[in-house]
């Protein structure tokens, strides 16, 4: 069993590798502060007793913290200059043994001012470490700001704010950013945009209630191999991209298995051709079944507002039909893009891969830690309640902002069954408190005073704390 001499040995052997690698800087190697931050992470969130010594001594001495961030800050900025800086950082950490922490948020600082410069998102680099790659990512705001855990001094997530890091390879799963394409680069650049504008990003999330189901194989496992009645779905479609229109959303969601393939076409040419004054940023298209040549896949993409693909993800798990004890008839995927934009970082997982409790899964969630996560679903009133417990816990753990969409298998216009967005400018400073099984949460639902199919929820995130982060503001 480790001891507490172990942890302080591990401990001054941890930053005599920091301070190593922060050395790097002298000799003008962008990745040193990375690979510092990295191992830092790696060893804290791995090894409790040195993250529990961490955190105490860090705890315990709020003054020596910003005594030792702050030299860290100066002498990272000194290296830029050509001063060497590797004797300083070693007199530092004998001064002040085992403030890991203290280093960590000096490396933060020192790479925040780096982003203020050049805030367009470009790829961060990938860490090697321990035989293992590691990728990193921004987060445009604080995940302390609004996060409870935030005010706790003994967790990790205090002491890393403004990045979230994850193993290129989890569980087999790989993680990776979304390849840098022209429709990327447009998003990217259309979100800085947005936030120098100001104002509030509206989310919005669609259901329908116009009947329409998907036509499945007539035996063996669930393929989708279309809607029961194409042109009524489409003009539900239009209704809800008319109503989000309407409400000025930024970014639209529809649900898993409901718009065909031949309705992708149709909402790529709504994009760019019918109505090229539309205000959206981001529209998720659902998701849908789709043959490849090595099988089916359930397949879920996110277009820019000119309909070109931005961010591309396959359904890692299989829904399993209750009643006939059926399963959906797909190829997993083993793979999880991440977009990155001045916005935050998006993810797009499909119905169970947001919500499967099995550690396969419960393992990723427990890394991939992303601003965004929208969720096309199709499922009844218990899955929602697991898409709200996952959500809950992204919301808490790392002020996830979540929107899912979700279509009930049957078409019932249940309340609470259409969707939710939790996250969103109107709830109590986004601080979620657990327990709290409402108040937090905006549930999709059909007006009564609108004769429509289609049932719908709004909500928006301010864009002020990302515009403070911008040069010149």
């Given at each position: 069993m480790p001891n507490e001499n172990d942890a302080d040995k591990r401990m001054a052997a941890l930053m005599e590798e920091v301070v190593k690698d922060l050395g790097g800087v002298e000799e003008n190697d962008g990745g040193a502060p990375y690979r510092a931050m990295v191992r830092i992470w790696y060893e804290l969130r791995d090894n409790k007793p040195l993250h529990d010594l961490a955190t105490e001594i860090a705890d315990d001495n709020?003054?020596?913290?910003?005594?030792?961030?702050?030299?860290?800050?100066?002498?990272?900025?000194?290296a830029l200059f050509d001063k060497a800086i590797r004797q300083q950082l070693e007199d530092t950490n004998k001064e002040h043994p085992g403030h890991v922490c203290a280093f960590l948020q000096g490396i933060e600082d020192y790479l925040e001012d780096g982003y203020s410069k050049t805030p367009l998102v470009t790829p961060l680099p990938v860490i090697c470490f321990d035989d293992r790659q590691y990728r990193v990512f921004r987060r445009p705001h604080e995940r302390a700001v609004f996060a409870p855990q935030g005010k706790q001094l003994d967790k990790l997530e205090h002491w890393l704010k403004r990045h979230w890091i994850a193993p290129s390879k989890i569980k087999g799963m790989k993680i990776r950013e979304t390849p840098d394409t022209p429709a990327a680069r447009g998003v990217r650049q259309e979100s800085l945009a947005l936030i120098r504008e100001g104002g509030d990003c509206k989310v919005f999330v669609a259901?329908?209630?116009?009947?329409?189901?998907?036509?499945?194989?007539?035996?063996?496992?669930?393929?989708?191999?279309?809607?029961?009645?194409?042109?009524?779905?489409?003009?539900?479609?239009?209704?809800?991209?008319?109503?989000?229109?309407?409400?000025?959303?930024?970014?639209?969601?529809?649900?898993?298995?409901?718009l065909s393939n031949i309705l992708h076409e149709g909402l790529y040419r709504?994009?760019?051709?019918?109505?090229?004054?539309?205000?959206?940023?981001?529209v998720l298209a659902g998701s849908f079944h789709v043959k490849k040549s090595d099988g089916v896949y359930n397949e879920a993409q996110l277009l820019d507002r000119y309909g070109g693909l931005v961010l591309l993800h396959r359904k890692l798990t299989r829904y399993v039909d209750v009643e006939s004890?059926?399963?959906?008839?797909?190829?997993?995927?083993?793979?999880?893009?991440?977009?990155?934009?001045?916005?935050?970082?998006?993810?797009?997982?499909?119905?169970?891969?947001?919500?499967?409790?099995?550690?396969?899964?419960?393992?990723?969630?427990?890394?991939?830690?992303?601003d965004w996560f929208l969720v096309p679903a199709f499922g009844d009133t218990s899955s929602i309640h697991a898409h709200e417990h996952r959500a809950r816990e992204l919301r808490i753990r790392s002020n996830s902002f979540c929107a899912v969409a979700n279509q009930h298998p049957k078409g019932k216009p249940e309340p609470e069954v259409h969707g939710f967005i939790l996250g969103g400018a109107t709830r109590d400073n986004n601080v979620v408190c657990p327990g709290d099984k409402d108040s937090k949460i905006v549930h999709a639902c059909c007006p009564p005073n609108e004769n429509s199919n289609i049932a719908y929820a709004c909500e928006t995130m301010p864009l002020e704390q990302f515009r403070s982060k911008l040069p010149g503001t």
């Amino acid at each position: 069993m480790p001891n507490e001499n172990d942890a302080d040995k591990r401990m001054a052997a941890l930053m005599e590798e920091v301070v190593k690698d922060l050395g790097g800087v002298e000799e003008n190697d962008g990745g040193a502060p990375y690979r510092a931050m990295v191992r830092i992470w790696y060893e804290l969130r791995d090894n409790k007793p040195l993250h529990d010594l961490a955190t105490e001594i860090a705890d315990d001495n709020p003054k020596i913290v910003e005594k030792v961030r702050k030299k860290v800050v100066d002498l990272l900025f000194d290296a830029l200059f050509d001063k060497a800086i590797r004797q300083q950082l070693e007199d530092t950490n004998k001064e002040h043994p085992g403030h890991v922490c203290a280093f960590l948020q000096g490396i933060e600082d020192y790479l925040e001012d780096g982003y203020s410069k050049t805030p367009l998102v470009t790829p961060l680099p990938v860490i090697c470490f321990d035989d293992r790659q590691y990728r990193v990512f921004r987060r445009p705001h604080e995940r302390a700001v609004f996060a409870p855990q935030g005010k706790q001094l003994d967790k990790l997530e205090h002491w890393l704010k403004r990045h979230w890091i994850a193993p290129s390879k989890i569980k087999g799963m790989k993680i990776r950013e979304t390849p840098d394409t022209p429709a990327a680069r447009g998003v990217r650049q259309e979100s800085l945009a947005l936030i120098r504008e100001g104002g509030d990003c509206k989310v919005f999330v669609a259901s329908f209630i116009d009947g329409v189901k998907p036509e499945w194989s007539p035996r063996g496992r669930l393929v989708a191999t279309g809607l029961t009645d194409e042109e009524e779905r489409w003009k539900s479609v239009e209704a809800a991209l008319a109503k989000a229109s309407q409400e000025k959303a930024r970014i639209v969601i529809f649900p898993e298995l409901t718009l065909s393939n031949i309705l992708h076409e149709g909402l790529y040419r709504w994009l760019r051709d019918k109505h090229p004054d539309h205000p959206f940023l981001l529209v998720l298209a659902g998701s849908f079944h789709v043959k490849k040549s090595d099988g089916v896949y359930n397949e879920a993409q996110l277009l820019d507002r000119y309909g070109g693909l931005v961010l591309l993800h396959r359904k890692l798990t299989r829904y399993v039909d209750v009643e006939s004890n059926r399963t959906e008839g797909i190829k997993r995927e083993n793979r999880l893009d991440v977009l990155d934009t001045p916005l935050g970082s998006f993810v797009i997982p499909i119905c169970k891969d947001f919500c499967d409790l099995g550690p396969h899964l419960e393992r990723v969630w427990e890394y991939v830690n992303a601003d965004w996560f929208l969720v096309p679903a199709f499922g009844d009133t218990s899955s929602i309640h697991a898409h709200e417990h996952r959500a809950r816990e992204l919301r808490i753990r790392s002020n996830s902002f979540c929107a899912v969409a979700n279509q009930h298998p049957k078409g019932k216009p249940e309340p609470e069954v259409h969707g939710f967005i939790l996250g969103g400018a109107t709830r109590d400073n986004n601080v979620v408190c657990p327990g709290d099984k409402d108040s937090k949460i905006v549930h999709a639902c059909c007006p009564p005073n609108e004769n429509s199919n289609i049932a719908y929820a709004c909500e928006t995130m301010p864009l002020e704390q990302f515009r403070s982060k911008l040069p010149g503001t």
